[in-house]
């Protein structure tokens, strides 16, 4: 008898692959318009700090005092922190209701619409307004982004996934950063910086609303596979309220540990992404154009970070992003501490960049899968959004120290005082990881004597 496939046999087979192909070339299509949408999101947020020494430079020229200045600033963007925060917690679970799509494209359509608003704003009420409003919208776009990754893509592959997605963010701020250092090198003002700004948004909102679909059902290509141990996984449907939805969530020791991370990080991480610029001009004394370009350094080097830990998470198992966290967070405290003790002005500005560059490369790359990845592998399809909403947003409830609290040490202490505030906060969170990976291993060493 003949081993040859039979014809039907065959056909399917044929039909299988096309139906893979076809699945790929749409993933590929759908990591293409997140990663522009997200990496969009960028150029209406790091515009306030690129623009702040021309922002302090005007509200002086107003009459303000330097310090008085830069405090207004500060106020703004903690503001603007906070809201963000709040529509964290209290408006990302919307996307598992009406969908990751248009959590996205809502996101995207503020940034752009508020960043205008800005632009043509002529004092700080309208000024801090529209940047509440900018923010408050922006902070339902990564829990969309998350919710279209839980429905597009196995749970296998959401470390690579998530991973080359939270390039975006990283990629985003840098290249806004170095495109408007050089437009402020051109002699452009603050205000067509932030129209820049409000036009790469609004590009990638008209491309995300005309290409972007929830589902590869929609495709008509089968569910997406989630984590089977995620903190749903014994409940099929829909949790039926707000309640049922969070138990699973803040009843979880490690969910909460990856809060407190979540929230150490993210005041790190703010802090550099609003006042690198003014560090290297006022310290260091760059230019206004070239401190707004160094400063991307912080980024790029982060998108480094994000694809080495990325690669090593997956070869260290089930505790490894805890591992990385744990290292990361404490090489970056050995940083911060180091910056504490560099002196003023252009003649010294190697170390400085040089340990900036160090903080991105030992905390944003594990930093990155708090709301991403870790988030998807405690929500499931049931709460990935609402996972990654409460994790980001205790992170930006941090954040917002970051701003006007920031801006307070600055005055009162110096850039010294700053960097031993964020080398504290950095070694406590290294605890924090510490105690996340014993969880996960004692978890693991359970799971492994589990018949």
């Not at 997140?34 to 021309?54: E, I």
């Not at 309208?126 to 893509?153: D, H, P, Y």
């Not at 790359?365 to 399809?381: E, K, V």
């Not at 990976?437 to 693991?444: K, S």
Request: net charge positive; with cysteine; aromatic share 10%.
């Amino acid at each position: 008898m003949s081993d040859a496939p039979r014809p039907a046999a065959l056909v399917g087979e044929i039909s299988a692959r096309g139906g893979a192909a076809a699945l790929r070339r749409q993933q590929t299509l759908t990591i293409m318009l997140l990663f522009g949408g997200y990496a969009a999101y960028y150029f209406c947020r790091a515009d306030l700090s690129v623009a702040t020494p021309l922002l302090v430079a005007e509200l002086r020229g107003r009459g303000a005092a330097a310090d008085v200045a830069l405090a207004r600033i500060g106020t703004l963007s903690s503001l603007g922190v906070l809201a963000y925060a709040l529509g964290k917690l209290f408006l990302t679970g919307v996307g598992d209701l009406w969908g990751g799509r248009r959590s996205f494209l809502v996101g995207l359509g503020g940034a752009t619409l508020f960043t205008l608003v800005f632009a043509m704003g002529g004092g700080l009420p309208l000024f801090t307004l529209a940047w509440i409003g900018n923010r408050l919208t922006q902070s339902i776009g990564w829990a969309g982004l998350i919710k279209v990754c839980s429905r597009w893509f196995d749970f296998s592959a959401y470390g690579t996934v998530i991973g080359i997605l939270s390039l975006s963010y990283l990629v985003g701020d840098a290249v806004a950063r170095e495109s408007m250092g050089a437009l402020i090198g051109l002699g452009v003002g603050w205000r067509s910086l932030f129209g820049f700004g409000a036009a790469v948004a609004g590009l990638m909102f008209v491309a995300n609303a005309l290409w972007l679909r929830e589902s590869r059902t929609e495709r008509g290509h089968g569910e997406a596979h989630v984590n089977p141990l995620n903190l749903y996984a014994a409940h099929d449907a829909r949790p039926t309220g707000i309640r049922a939805l969070l138990r699973p969530l803040v009843t979880s020791r490690a969910f909460v540990l990856v809060c407190v991370l979540s929230f150490g990080c993210t005041v790190v991480r703010e802090t550099f992404n609003t006042w690198t610029p003014m560090y290297l001009s006022s310290y260091l004394g760059y230019s206004a154009g070239g401190a707004a370009s160094w400063s991307a350094l912080f980024p790029a080097l982060g998108a480094v970070s994000v694809l080495g830990a990325g690669w090593l998470s997956d070869r260290f198992g089930t505790t490894g992003r805890s591992l990385l966290l744990l290292v990361g967070l404490a090489l970056a405290a050995i940083a911060l501490s180091l910056l504490v003790a560099t002196p003023p002005g252009a003649a010294h500005a190697v170390l400085p960049l040089v340990l900036i560059g160090v903080v991105a490369l030992s905390l944003l790359g594990p930093y990155s899968y708090l709301g991403g990845a870790i988030a998807l592998d405690f929500g499931g399809r049931q709460a990935g959004a609402a996972a990654s909403g409460i994790i980001d947003g205790i992170g930006y409830l941090g954040g917002v120290l970051a701003g006007d609290t920031v801006a307070r040490i600055a005055g009162a202490f110096g850039w010294h005082g700053v960097f031993v505030a964020l080398a504290t906060v950095s070694a406590a969170s290294a605890v924090a990881a510490g105690f996340l990976h014993v969880d996960q291993r004692r978890r693991a060493v359970r799971a492994a004597a589990s018949p």
